[in-house]
């Protein structure tokens, strides 16, 4: 008995601590506790506790609630093992099942300390919020375009993977900087485009049609009741002769040049090409220009630009091809133009052959090309066809009667002949040729002129009657004469100019009808069937410039003149004299037996 | 920031001790994968150490948890059943420039 009470003292200790802990938490517990502070305050030595695995319950059945008075005298003797039936007898255990009470119990006796309530501490919480990423677009757009909602995705898919760090602030940076410039093109990048073919062909186009719309001076005020008539009796010119139409010039290109040729474009008759040769007060400017005016708008500056390397002497429209200008230079060669091409320069030329032209070309026509597209051109001692695209070359030696060479200044040819052509030359001669056939060259020599021979036309006129035998002929020795293939000595002379005669041209419409062009900037329109003595109409060329060439477009209503100043003019003709009536063909015919008789007559006087 | 959850002094200290720990561990360092485990262990250790020296009778349970900054949230609780007496725990939020340090104390009284 004493060692059970020993025992049950020697526990109790132990078992105090071990009640102090609820009874729903013993069953964890493994460890023995280690007591350490506790050992002072007992009297009783503290033994080291076993390690009780399942039956720790067990103790607190053991051991006697020490306050309930009946109790005590039993806890003495309960220390028996028996434990479970405690309803037995007094030696059974009576305990108290609240461990509340039994904690409050042991607790004051032992610990001396003041009621510890276990209870829910206050929740700890930590809280990290997000950042907030600001992510806006900065297009204008509005975002219908799937697409550009891809870009930006790719973007900013592209911008953090290059920072190492993965920092945020920095992958927000380079979004922003990803969506804010847009691709700036590089100088070379801005001159490659500048210079693609696509950028310049577009620019010339707009160009050209941003220019005739700026020039285009229409009239919206105009009354056609005729009230402001007063002011715009200069317009009336019902019964003017010759009214300077249009005048062609251009500061670059047509300054201090001088006009060599015209041409009237077959296609679009409100075309005309005008060459040039060269400027000496620019010397890094090209030699030789053509350009190629438009009548139909008021723009000033030229339709199209060409220019070559040495001077254009002749130039005119291919017959045979609507987008191609011909021109021959002074070095012999001949050029092609396309102004389908963006280039200014020739798309085609002869090539330079040392035989062919070792003098300078004079003159070129492609008159002959309805059939043949080709050029024929002459230069001195020498004339020369060059066929297109062929570039077959064939040259003819005009040499008259086997010794005399000829030095030509011109050339005609007769309206639908492809095979003869007259010629002048530097010694005041014209002279028939052939170009194939047996007697390709020279045939007729047409002596009459004292000074070189500057232009040449042939009757072009159609009509019911023909007079393609005739051609009129301008020379320095101021007169323009009219000759007949038929006979070597010329028809008649007209002889009102009192300087050189630069140029002679026959009307295409009306067979009486020719004008020229002489030193002193006259430009005379005769009218053979009204006078044969003095012009039907004459008019000075403002400027006084000397005039050059001479061409009637092919609707016969105007007629071009160029100017050793580089300017073209323009001149309507009134219409009493360039339309012909319908009866002027015979009184041509009458005007020309007149012709014929006083020839006649003056060669009999003369010979007489 | 320090949460008291008891009237005891030592949570006073708890905080004040587990700050200085943070601070001499991860001071002035940016976030960095390589490190960052030598940085809780670090922390833990030495907070853990600190608080054994002051001789309380205390059970101490310390958790430290380093989260890099990239704009992610992170949410935490915790609760004790205990004696609100005599235990205790203590969180401490600590941050720079490029993560955030968390320090959890927890301690529950001995006998």
């Known amino acids: 008995m004493k060692t059970h009470h020993s025992l049950v003292h020697a526990l109790l200790p132990s078992s105090t601590t071990s009640r102090r802990l609820p009874p729903s938490l013993l069953p964890s517990l493994t460890h023995p506790p280690t007591v350490r502070a506790l050992a002072h305050t007992h009297t009783l030595t503290v033994q080291p506790l076993r390690v009780v695995t399942e039956d720790t319950c067990l103790f607190h059945y053991l051991v006697p609630a020490p306050m309930s008075p009946s109790n005590k005298s039993v806890g003495s003797d309960a220390g028996s093992q028996d434990s479970v039936d405690g309803n037995t007898g007094p030696r059974t255990l009576h305990w108290d099942p609240d461990p509340s009470t039994l904690q409050l119990h042991s607790d004051s006796e032992l610990m001396g300390r003041g009621a510890v309530r276990l209870g829910m501490s206050k929740l700890t919480q930590v809280d990290f919020l997000p950042k907030e990423m600001v992510s806006y677009s ?10 550009s909602q891809k870009e930006e995705e790719d973007e900013d898919i592209t911008a953090p993977p290059p920072t190492e760090d993965n920092q945020e602030e920095k992958a927000v940076q380079d979004e922003q900087q990803g969506e804010d410039t847009p691709k700036e093109l590089t100088e070379e990048e801005k001159l490659q485009v500048l210079h693609s073919e696509e950028f310049l062909s577009f620019f010339e186009r707009g160009s050209r049609i941003v220019e005739r719309v700026l020039a285009e001076q229409v009239d919206v005020c105009f009354d056609y009741s005729g009230r402001d008539l007063e002011d715009k009796e200069g317009d009336l010119q019902a019964g003017a002769k ?17 006009v060599t040729c015209l041409d009237w474009s077959p296609q679009y008759p409100e075309l005309l090409v005008a060459s040039y040769n060269n400027n000496e007060d620019a010397p890094h400017e090209p030699d030789g220009v053509a350009l190629v005016w438009n009548l139909k708008y008021k723009k000033p500056t030229p339709e199209y630009i060409f220019h070559c390397q040495s001077e254009v002497m002749s130039a005119g429209f291919a017959k045979f091809h609507p987008n191609l200008v011909v021109g ?4 012999g060669q001949i050029v092609l133009w396309d102004n389908r091409s963006n280039k200014r320069t020739p798309v085609q030329r002869t090539p330079l052959s040392a035989a062919a032209h070792t ?8 008159t002959f090309c309805q059939t043949e597209a080709g050029s024929l051109t002459c230069s001195s001692f020498c004339a020369t066809l060059t066929l297109f695209p062929s570039s077959l070359q064939d040259s003819l030696e005009l040499v008259f009667k086997q010794s005399k060479a000829v030095a030509v200044t011109s050339m005609a040819f007769p309206l639908g002949d492809v095979n003869n052509f007259v010629v002048g030359s530097e010694d005041g001669s014209v002279y028939t040729a052939c170009r194939h056939g047996s007697k390709a060259g020279i045939t007729e020599v047409f002596e009459g002129h004292h000074g070189p021979v500057t232009g040449l036309s042939c009757h072009s006129a159609v009509g019911p009657v023909d007079f393609s035998h005739l051609f009129i002929s301008s020379s320095f020795d101021w007169t323009v004469k009219l000759w007949s293939t038929r006979s070597t000595r010329p028809l008649y002379s007209f002889e009102d100019s009192c300087d050189y005669v630069y140029d002679a041209m026959w009307s295409p419409t009306h067979p009486a009808l020719f004008a ?3 030193l002193s900037g006259r430009l005379d329109v005769w009218n053979l069937n009204n006078d044969t003595e003095v012009p039907t109409a004459s008019v000075g060329v403002d400027g006084g410039a000397a005039l050059n060439r001479v061409r009637w477009s092919h609707t016969g209503r105007e007629i071009a003149i160029g100017d050793s100043e580089g300017h073209v003019h323009i001149y309507d003709v009134g219409e009493q004299i360039c339309v012909p009536k319908a009866d002027e063909w015979t009184r041509f015919v009458r005007t020309l037996a007149e012709i014929n008789e006083n020839r006649d007559e003056a060669e009999e006087l003369a010979n007489a | 920031m320090e949460d008291f959850h008891n009237g005891n002094e030592v949570s006073h200290n708890t905080a004040s001790v587990s700050m200085k720990c943070i601070e001499n561990v991860v001071g002035g360092d940016d976030y960095s994968a390589n490190l960052v485990n030598k940085w809780t262990a670090g922390i833990v250790e030495r907070c853990l150490t600190q608080l054994v020296k002051q001789g309380k009778p205390y059970k101490y349970i310390v958790t430290c948890a380093v989260m890099q900054k990239t704009g992610a949230g992170l949410h935490t609780a915790n609760s004790c059943y205990w ?4 235990d205790g725990s203590t969180t401490v939020r600590w941050e720079n420039r490029t993560m955030y340090c968390v320090v959890s104390v927890f301690a529950v009284a001995v006998a």
């Open chain 1, 138 to 147: 900065k297009e204008t757009q509005t975002p219908t375009d799937a697409l």
């Open chain 1, 359 to 366: 003098v300078k070309t004079f003159c070129s026509t492609s």
């Open chain 1, 242 to 258: 010759l009214v300077l139409n249009r005048r062609f010039e251009d500061e670059r290109w047509t300054k201090n040049r001088v």
């Open chain 2, 83 to 86: 004696d609100t007496a005599m």
């Open chain 1, 516 to 518: 020229c062009v002489d």
């Open chain 1, 328 to 331: 021959g230079t002074y070095s």
